[in-house]
Nanobody, 120 residues
Framework: QVQLVESGGGLVRAGGSLRLSCAASGSMSSINAMGWYRQAPGKQRELVASIGSGGNTDYADSVKGRFTISRDNAKNTVYLQMNSLRPEDTAVYYC??????????????WGQGTQVTVSS
């Protein structure tokens, strides 16, 4: 069983910053990609940013230049630094971790979600 614990959400004014953290623990032989998704009311969950085991990153067009994803492999933790926040960034943010236990099968784990609210 793998657990993801998220922290760092909250209420911020437009133009402000927040930093999300997600720590993974449990039975894993390796962690592959780590990422952040978000879901706004009435909308589908979307990928915000991801980072591979080698450090390669991918961002949604809407957050490029404002958000930065990083990871600390020693702590099994992924971060999302969010700057220049906009009201349209308001959503529940979910951490996702792709990991292996043994063999080649890749599992998915999800965090419980953390609310980010940006006021105008």
């Amino acid at each position: 069983q793998v657990q993801l614990v998220e922290s760092g959400g909250g209420l911020v004014r437009a133009g402000g910053s927040l930093r999300l953290s997600c720590a993974a623990s449990g039975s894993m032989s390796s962690i592959n990609a780590m990422g952040w998704y978000r879901q706004a009311p009435g909308k589908q969950r979307e990928l915000v940013a991801s980072i591979g085991s080698g450090g390669n990153t991918d961002y949604a067009d809407s957050v490029k230049g404002r958000f930065t994803i990083s990871r600390d492999n020693a702590k099994n933790t992924v971060y999302l630094q969010m700057n220049s926040l906009r009201p349209e960034d308001t959503a529940v943010y979910y951490c996702n971790v792709k990991y292996r236990r043994s063999g080649w099968y890749e599992y998915d784990a999800w965090g419980q979600g953390t609310q980010v609210t940006v006021s105008s």
